[in-house]
């Protein structure tokens, strides 16, 4: 506790202006950064994945199963984050058992249990059913036996019973397009709906989640396919990259005017919170919002991934340059829900003045923690194609 | 006939399955009830509100060593069920409000040669909402509106998620670094359901924290009511705050 004071009264000493004396401490800090970009990242990657199955889109299909595995291994992390921010962790199946129905953060534990369970692990399971009972044949030892245990003692591979199992993939992913629509545009709900807060409040934020979260997942699976690609010494197919790219440019371009009529939407409404808002912009958040969020993250990887797509570059360096602009993105979204989690809390309720956040390295919510929560989905994504391999070599059929 | 026989019968359970849920819910929870009135208090019987008279606030600080003491509250100076803030409004028009240790110990003169045009002390608490958009947010229902109009955590319940904290517009709430769980004013409960009033009513020099009952026809609150020009802090939340201040400045937020 002492160390707690003493961080307190170092932020209460680097206060501009006045704050309620309560508001010393900031409450919600990088882990719950953290868990809103994790979230999104599945509901990007699980969208991405239903343009193959559902809009037909045929030159995303070497990223569909890639997409769907990142999205479980995403998810998996998802809540974590979240139970070690809790001051009682221990307690937090109360959600599940006592739900209060009039909070909007009680649904989550229901929004989350039926996107993993009823989409993302049922649309797993009969995508790869038929290679999986072939995989239980095949394979020796634990393997074998994994292949039999996830197989759940079905054996059929008819072509009836592959053709059931398309349909029924093709009905879950219809089904799990309002259900990621859901998942992360209820995360902005959670935000977006705290009236106290005039930086959160806005009918725009579940929107605007769900924009950057489909700018982020297409990103992370374009990534993760060129990298995946060339770990294992084959060439990206190029018409799959450009196509990702191209979606990527578009929702870009969606997400940047979005934002930006939330903006003028609030400079224009002008109303009683504008002047400290202002303040926050142009000093706390100046580098985490003006430089990398909007001008490294969103309007940088516009201009790249136009010129690349639409320009007669060489193969090798448009893939390059959709790798950086992937890459940007992706720093550019983490830095947007930095904005909108942090930002939120570095000005009073009482609209005089400013407060700091100062990350620890090390504890609960230090910076080496959430690098931890960062890194784990892709150790548990490492497992999952290890156990599932995503590629079209590996298909059996 | 074994038809008829058998829509008899289950017409006559029908008929028994409401007879027995209004048997239950009259006799069952009646010896409850019973325990509870023993105690003398009866929380149905009552609604409490509090009424500010700024102009009589002289920022001393009392109150809130006094809330400190009462109910246990840490004495660094993040954590404060009730605190007093001073607003100063110069001749040119800026204000600048200050709350030095929640005024604890009260306020030192402001040391300035420019022009003050008015000055003044507003304490301030939780207001104890009538629409209160903690308890709207709490995830297991730990803070809840007691049937006396009081807003509760209940610590034992309370997963410490933190999400009242953001969601109240008067940074009245605060996590416990010993409970790890959201704290905030009770209108000192463990007092006003033995019929005395919150600390910070009792130690006031002025009176300028009035407690009471918002719907009895005699209180001194009722009486406040009557004779005052009261509001509330920021009205247009329509959070329907029971604390009520009389002579508030509109620079106050």
């Known amino acids: 506790m002492d160390e707690l004071f003493k961080q307190l009264a170092e932020s209460l000493s680097q206060v501009s202006g006045f704050i309620y004396p309560n508001e010393a401490e900031l409450h919600w800090a990088l882990l719950i950064v953290i868990y809103p970009y994790i979230t999104g990242l599945v509901a990007g990657a699980f969208i991405l994945a239903s343009l193959e199955k559902v809009f037909k889109v045929k030159e995303v299909e070497p990223t569909y199963r890639l997409a769907m595995l990142t999205a479980l291994a995403f998810l998996i992390v998802a809540p974590m984050p979240l139970l070690a921010h809790l001051g009682h962790p221990e307690r937090s199946f109360e959600i599940f058992l006592t739900p209060h129905f009039k909070s909007a953060m009680a649904m989550f534990g229901f929004v989350y249990a039926w996107y993993l369970m009823v989409v993302l692990l049922l649309e797993i399971w009969f995508e790869y059913r038929a290679d999986v009972v072939k995989w239980s044949e095949s394979q020796k030892g634990w393997r074998g036996l994994a292949y039999r245990l996830i197989s759940l003692g079905s054996s059929d591979i008819s072509p009836k019973a592959v053709a059931f199992d398309q349909k029924a993939v093709h009905t879950i992913t219809l089904i799990g397009i309002p259900s990621a629509f859901l998942l992360h545009g209820y995360v902005g709900f959670i935000f977006g709906s705290v009236k106290a807060n005039p930086w959160w409040s806005s009918v725009l934020m579940p929107i605007v989640f769900l924009c950057s979260a489909i700018v982020s997942g297409i990103a992370l699976v374009l990534l993760l396919y060129y990298f995946t690609t060339l770990v294992r010494r084959k060439t990206p197919e190029m018409s799959c990259l450009d196509k990702l790219a191209s979606f990527l440019l578009y929702a870009l371009i969606v997400d940047l005017s979005l934002e930006t009529l939330d903006f003028i939407h609030r400079l224009y409404e002008s109303e009683e919170s504008i002047k400290i808002l202002s303040e926050l912009i142009f000093s706390k958040l100046f580098l985490s919002l003006t430089i990398v969020q909007i001008l490294l993250g969103t309007i940088g990887p516009i201009l790249l991934l136009a010129i690349t797509r639409f320009s007669r570059l060489p193969e090798e360096l448009k893939r390059v340059g959709y790798f950086i602009a992937a890459l940007l993105v992706q720093v550019g979204i983490f830095s947007t829900r930095w904005n909108v989690v942090i930002g939120g809390q570095l000005f009073s309720k009482s609209l005089r003045g400013l407060t700091v956040y100062k990350m620890q390295l090390v504890g609960a919510e230090g910076l080496l923690t959430g690098i931890g929560f960062l890194i784990l989905p892709f150790l548990i994504l490492f497992l999952l194609v290890k156990l599932l391999p995503p590629w079209q070599e590996s298909r059996s059929s | 006939m074994a038809t008829t026989c058998e829509r008899r019968e289950f017409l006559l359970k029908l008929l028994q399955l409401p007879c027995s849920a209004v048997l239950l819910s009259v006799c069952g929870p009646l010896p409850l009830f019973a325990d509870e009135k023993k ?215």
């Open chain 2, 39 to 253: 105690e003398g208090y009866d929380a149905g019987e009552h609604y409490y509100g509090m009424g500010i008279q700024v102009d009589k606030c002289i920022g001393c600080g009392r109150c809130a060593e006094a809330c400190k003491a009462e109910n246990d509250v840490l004495r660094q100076p993040y954590y404060f069920r009730t605190w007093v803030e001073r607003y100063v409004v110069y001749g040119d028009g800026e204000v600048t409000v200050d709350s030095p240790e929640g005024g604890i110990h009260g306020f030192s003169a402001a040391q300035s040669d420019r022009e003050v045009l008015r000055s003044f002390f507003v304490p301030k608490l939780c207001n104890h909402c009538d629409n209160p958009p903690c308890v709207q947010v709490c995830p297991v229902g730990a803070t809840f509106k007691s049937v006396d109009g009081v807003v509760l955590v209940d610590k034992d319940y309370c997963i410490g998620c933190r999400y009242c904290i953001q969601a109240c517009p008067y940074g009245a709430r605060y996590l416990d670094p010993r409970t790890k769980t959201a704290d905030k004013c009770t209108f000192c409960y463990h007092r006003i359901t033995k019929g005395l009033l919150p600390a910070c009513v009792e130690v006031c020099p002025t009176q300028a924290r009035v407690f009471g009952e918002l719907k009895a026809m005699s209180s001194p609150l009722r009486r406040l009511m009557r004779m005052s020009n009261l509001q509330v802090l920021k009205p247009y939340l329509n959070t329907e705050p029971k604390v009520l201040y009389s002579e508030l400045d509109r620079e106050v937020r």
